[in-house]
């Protein structure tokens, strides 16, 4: 061979090597069977046809194949185990049978794949499960519009394309409740850049997850049919197909959830019914406000984890009701509830307090509960995390008590023999950061109050609980109130009543 003909091979074989290694990855993928799923029992979008026909052209220059059904009985194990992913394009409405729901969660548990295009949002709204894997429910849009997308994550393979923001015109889903505390949110909406947005500023639409082997994925857009011809977004569906199908890794784990303590009420990620107030006296000059029955707030991204109690800060010149804090939804686990009095007025603000039970969920909602109409309006509220429980008869000083025994308390003892302006000092304890306090006690007798100071049983006092008749001195009850916070480290009980034996105190939690 001549210098100058090895030189052309070599040259040749350059180029060609080039032009492999800039081939899309997608095209090298191994070969992979999608299945598309049209059902509607609901509104049917137009652009439905598109849609299908955009990921059968994607199919033939990716090396995968579609199967587009709108028949339900595909959802059997047996069908859908040759599938890599399943995209649901803009069902709407009840499309699948127990059954069915049943063969596809145990798909995507067991490493199936799920994506969610528009209307996905708006389907099997009574299937639990299927609102943990769309992430969301629809609650709402605007007339269609042009809007600015802010793309958050710009090397998932589905987004990688896009530049920071992305202008473009769609149909903009409002959502029941925000995903982004337990999905991993690709792309927002910029809620000043159109009209009609309900989610206060932060408004996903377009986010991942993982739900045990299996991967998940939605984005709101596609409600016209110009998207199905839109580059920037047929290149999204393609990274949502390949991502879900496990022909490429990305990380899809939601954010760690907040330490954050403190959290404004108007400051919500997610309401029913409620409205930003207007208060001259109010934390930030807001509150949530306009509380009827019923209504509720959601906050996401909370660590609820190692949540001891809450501090609740709250106004009302209406007829007062209950707090309720759930984890995860409006009707998840009770963690614990609070009495909202009338405070005198709207500018009139006091603190609640109430223990709440941890959670694993990083959702916290506040669901109101009354009657009449504007009930209270929400400030603000603190999550405690830490606690100390102190037994009532280990007291590190004392003054007219005697250790008592009972059968029904805590260790079989309290403090007992309570008379009118006794008290028990417990030394080694921190006031700094307290919010409240738990108390347990029973009592035979009159009852009456226990007053909490600092230092000393005519220091500053935190706090007072009343403390009733419980029926028995073997029948004990709880109840919190809030603390205010203190540089002493010797809480003093002080205990006030009529005469005779008034109550006994099993026991007491410094939450803070």
């Known amino acids: 061979m001549t210098i100058r003909s090895w030189l052309a091979a ?15 990855a997608s095209a090298a993928d191994a070969p992979y069977k999608v299945l598309v799923f049209s059902k509607t029992a609901g509104f049917r979008h137009s652009s439905i ?20 059904t709108e ?17 649901f394009m803009s069902t709407t409405g009840d499309v699948l049978d127990d059954t069915q729901q049943a063969a596809f969660e145990a798909y995507i548990r067991g490493g199936g794949g799920y994506v969610g295009v528009h209307a996905a949002a708006d389907t099997e709204y009574s299937w639990p499960f299927y609102g943990t894997l769309v992430g969301a429910w629809f609650a709402s849009h605007p007339a269609i519009q042009q809007a600015t997308v802010n793309v ?125 107030a207007g208060h001259t006296a109010a934390v930030g000059g807001k509150t949530a406000g306009y509380i009827d029955p019923n209504d509720w707030i959601g906050f996401s991204n909370v660590n609820l984890s190692a949540v001891k109690g809450v501090t609740t800060r709250i ?17 998840g686990t009770l963690l614990g509830s609070v009495a909202v009095p009338n405070t005198g007025s709207w500018e009139t603000f006091r603190d609640v307090f109430t223990p709440l039970a941890s959670s694993t969920s990083t959702s916290l909602y506040l669901v109101f509960r009354g009657t009449g109409g504007s009930l209270f309006d929400v400030d603000q509220f603190t999550l405690a995390r830490n606690a100390t429980t102190k037994q009532g008869e280990a007291w ?52 009456g109050t226990v007053e909490f100071r600092a230092g000393s049983p005519t220091g500053a006092l935190l706090g007072s609980l009343a403390v ?32 005779g034996s008034l109550f006994d105190i099993d026991e007491f939690t410094l939450i803070g």
């Open 468 to 499: 009733p008749n419980t029926g028995s001195w073997d029948t004990f009850q709880e109840a919190s109130i809030p603390l205010a916070t203190n540089a002493a480290t010797t809480v003093y009980l002080v205990f006030h009543g009529g005469s």
């Open 10 to 24: 070599a040259t040749v074989g350059l180029v060609a090597a080039g032009a492999l290694s800039a081939a899309p």
């Open 152 to 276: 958050e994550d710009r090397t998932h393979p589905a987004t990688a394309h896009l530049g920071a923001t992305w202008v473009r015109t769609d149909e903009w889903y409002n959502y029941q409740t925000n995903p982004r505390s337990t999905s991993h949110v690709l792309a927002s909406l910029n809620e000043s850049s159109y009209s009609g947005g309900t989610m206060n500023g932060d408004h996903p639409i377009t986010w991942c997850k993982t739900i045990d082997s299996g991967r998940s994925f939605y984005t709101g857009l596609g409600h016209t049919e110009e998207s199905y011809t839109d580059p920037n977004f047929t290149n999204l569906l393609l990274g949502a197909i390949r991502y879900t199908a496990k022909r490429v890794d990305a990380d899809c784990a939601p954010p760690a959830p907040s330490n954050n303590s403190v959290y404004q009420g108007e400051a919500y990620t997610s309401t029913g019914g409620v409205q930003v």
């Open 71 to 87: 028949d339900a009985g595909a959802f059997t194990a047996a069908n859908l185990a040759q599938y890599q992913t399943v995209v």
């Open 49 to 68: 046809p598109n849609g299908i026909a955009a990921i059968q052209t994607l199919a033939t220059a990716n090396n995968f194949t579609v199967t587009a």
């Open 396 to 447: 590190s000083s004392m003054s007219g008590l005697q250790v008592a025994a009972h059968g029904t308390a805590v260790g079989g003892q309290t403090a007992g023999f309570i008379d009118n302006n006794d008290w028990a000092a417990y030394s080694g304890v921190t006031l700094s950061s307290v919010a409240g306090v738990r108390v347990r006690w029973s009592s035979a007798g009159p009852g």
């Open 315 to 331: 106004a009302s010149a209406g007829a007062g009701g209950t707090i309720e804090f759930r984890a995860g939804s409006t009707t």
